[in-house]
């Protein structure tokens, strides 16, 4: 894929070295539809057990090999551990590889997604979320590492488009669900603010930060935090949005680029309008 691995500095990312990714995100030709019998499931487990093992006597790298078989026969358990030992490094001497663990993360909510949303495990979901919310935060760069942050951005939406009613959830479920939500909105939130900064308008970042604050709190301290922030983010970015339409109330004219947006005249009256001149602005005022 062509993502760059970087190793986190006190200061900034330093770019170590640029290398593919060894396996596919997804497997297109792969039966959603699949059922997991239960001599693999049975399976899946043992070799979890067998992971967990070597990691507490310190055989990182064994662990490592059986977990990424646990994740060939479709273990999402097993693909977030990958992603979580990527994002954090397996020891000392290894450093962590943001792209792999968020390729990891991938699969596991790949896996996840593929049964119905009644099943899906919430909890699961909220883990991998949370540590993907941090390597867009902090370890991605928006244009070197933009083929692995959009798949990510599909990926979330389509998990908030599908999740669980709230009315038939307990009180513990619905925390999470709003979690979810907050973390997702806030990631698409910081997706539309750097493109904001391309183009000039941030309208649709400041409506994703603002939904962030309408979902929570939701009494999980990462997501309340990131509901404190994007309530900053949006008080940052709030001013920068015209508030009225870019149409001349008056002659009718539409201005199309933020440039032109921003010289209208905007009706000291009533502030619901706009006007491209002053004599159109004049004109306007006569029927105040």
Known sequence: MGLIITKENSATPQILNEKPLQFPI???????????????????????????RKMRIDEYGQAEEILKLATDFGSPY???????MNLRGLNSTQIPNYAL???????????????????????????????LTDLYRF????????????????????????LKDVITLTNKEIQKIKALR??????????AEIEGK???????????????????????????????????????LEPRVPRVLPICATCRFEAKDLK????????????????????CLKNHLKFH
Request: include cysteine.
């Open 26 to 52: 997804f497997k297109e030709n792969e039966d959603p539809n699949q059922e997991t019998d239960s001599s693999t499931l049975i399976l899946i487990n043992d070799l979890l057990r067998e992971a967990e």
């Open 78 to 84: 097993s693909a977030s551990k990958l992603g979580y």
């Open 101 to 131: 663990s968020a390729a990891y993360y991938f699969i596991a909510l790949k896996f996840i997604i593929t049964i119905p949303n009644t099943e899906w495990n919430v909890s699961l979901i909220l883990g991998i979320l949370e540590d």
């Open 139 to 162: 370890h991605f760069d928006y244009q070197r590492d933009s083929l692995i942050w959009n798949h990510g951005i599909k990926v979330m939406k389509f998990i908030d488009n599908n």
């Open 182 to 191: 907050i973390h997702i909105a806030f990631c698409l939130a910081l997706t």
């Open 198 to 236: 391309l183009t000039g308008d941030y309208k649709e970042a400041v409506n994703f930060y603002h939904k962030c604050e309408k979902v929570g709190p939701c009494e999980l301290k990462i997501a309340d935090k990131l509901v404190k922030k994007a309530h900053t983010r949006f008080r940052l």
């Open 260 to 279: 032109t947006i921003w010289n209208l005249l905007v009706c000291s009256k009533c502030q619901t309008v706009a006007c491209c001149s002053r004599e």
